[in-house]
Nanobody, 122 residues
Framework: QVQLVESGGGLVQPGGSLRLSCTVS????????MGWYRQAPGKQRELVAT???????NYADSIKGRFTISRDNANDTAYLQMNSLKPDDTAVYYCTAVFIGALGYPLPNNYWGQGTQVTVSS
C-alpha cells in the first residue's frame, strides 16, 4: 500500500532551520503533486507548500521567502527546507501526495503521512 514516511522534525530555536523529508512508496502510479500542510494546536490544518510534477509551486503567505519545497523525482521524495523559523511555525507538519491514475488524470484522493512535530521555542 501507499506509504508516506516523514523525517526531520524536532525542536529548534527561533531563527534556526530544519529540513523535512517525505518519501513515498508503494504506489503503482506516478506522483502528480506533493505538498506540506501543518496544524497547530487549536487551528485547522493549513497549506504550507505544494509542488507539482510540472514544477509549479504554491506557498502560504506566512512562509514565503523562508520555506522552500523541492522534490527528488527519482526517489519520490519531497523536502521542505525551513529557514528563519518562528514560534508561530510550531505545528505538526504533514506530507501529502496526489497520484496520476491509469486514465492520466490526478486521482481525487490525497495520501498523507503520519505527521511530524516541529517545535520552535527558546
Amino acid at each position: 500500500q501507499v506509504q508516506l514516511v516523514e523525517s526531520g522534525g524536532g525542536l529548534v530555536q527561533p531563527g534556526g532551520s530544519l529540513r523535512l523529508s517525505c518519501t513515498v512508496s508503494g504506489s503503482p502510479f506516478s506522483i502528480y503533486s506533493m505538498g506540506w500542510y501543518r496544524q497547530a494546536p487549536g487551528k485547522q490544518r493549513e497549506l504550507v507548500a505544494t509542488l507539482t510534477v510540472h514544477g509549479s509551486t504554491n506557498y502560504a503567505d506566512s512562509i514565503k521567502g523562508r520555506f522552500t519545497i523541492s522534490r527528488d523525482n527519482a526517489n519520490d521524495t519531497a523536502y521542505l527546507q525551513m529557514n528563519s523559523l518562528k514560534p508561530d511555525d510550531t505545528a505538526v507538519y504533514y506530507c501529502t501526495a496526489v497520484f496520476i491514475g491509469a486514465l492520466g488524470y490526478p486521482l481525487p484522493n490525497n495520501y498523507w503521512g503520519q505527521g511530524t512535530q516541529v517545535t520552535v521555542s527558546s
